[in-house]
């Protein structure tokens, strides 16, 4: 059965802070793995998409790396500010197929003044 | 442009009521989708579209129906409540059905007592 672990499941750091959130995954055959950030009370925003050929990607402070071999992936966030105080969620792609989507449960980040 | 918009953002049923919940995108997306998400899970596909006039089952269809008369609105129906749908729905749509993102509306609450 097609999973996605992430770890942990809650975090709370000071603001300015960095911090890595863990991704680990059995979904086969792999297509594709994104991040999403989910603010409370609202949908999951894209952050980040890579394919099996990338590495490693970023957007603005979000740093996500993806190890295809391990089948792991993580999200750093450098410099973390208040706005980052939301749901971050792994996301996987197993094959073509529009169906095939994997949610992970998400962590929950909190950052304090 | 607006996005992907969900009416309603909440609502109260008692068991065995019927009702509709809707969503629209003017992305002109072919791909529209809706999710449940409960409590410490991922985002479980209920329903997807891939096009005007098309709909198919995802991974928790039971209990749910859809439609899909006009491009950009994904009706998603409960037609006798049960608490077990209790959840948050989310609508998504996408360009295109495998690396294209999915754009997530902002999420209906409903609560079946």
């Known amino acids: 059965k097609n999973q996605v672990e992430q770890n942990p499941q809650s975090l709370i750091i000071l603001e300015g802070k960095n911090c890595t959130l863990q991704?680990?995954?059995?979904?086969?055959?792999?297509?594709?793995l994104r991040w999403y950030k989910q603010d409370t009370g609202r949908g999951p925003v894209s952050l980040t998409i890579?394919?099996?050929?990338?590495n490693t990607k970023s957007n603005g402070r979000y740093t996500a790396t993806l190890d295809a071999d391990t089948k792991q992936s993580s999200l750093h966030i450098t410099a973390s500010q208040l706005s980052d105080s939301a749901s971050y969620i792994c996301?996987?792609?197993?094959?073509?197929?529009?169906?095939?989507?994997?949610f992970g449960s998400g962590t929950r980040l909190q950052v304090q003044p | 442009n607006a996005g992907v918009t969900q009416t309603p953002k909440f609502r109260v049923l008692k068991t065995g009521q019927s009702m509709t919940l809707l969503c629209a995108q003017d992305?002109?997306?072919?791909?529209m989708y809706w999710y449940r998400q409960d409590p410490g899970m991922g985002l479980r596909l209920i329903h997807y579209?891939?096009?005007?006039?098309?709909?198919a089952k995802g991974e928790v269809p039971d209990g749910y129906n859809v439609s899909r008369l006009k491009k950009q609105n994904f009706l998603l129906g409960l037609e006798s409540a049960a608490p077990s749908q209790t959840s948050v729905y989310f609508c998504?749509?996408?360009?295109?059905?495998?690396?294209?993102?999915?754009?997530f509306g902002p999420g209906t609450r409903l609560t079946v007592l």
């Open positions: 996301v996987v792609s197993g094959n073509t197929g529009r169906r095939a989507l994997t």
């Open positions: 991704c680990n995954y059995t979904v086969s055959p792999f297509s594709n």
């Open positions: 998504a749509s996408s360009y295109d059905g495998v690396l294209d993102e999915q754009f």
């Open positions: 992305m002109n997306h072919e791909y």
């Open positions: 890579m394919t099996f050929s990338e």
């Open positions: 579209s891939v096009g005007e006039g098309t709909t």
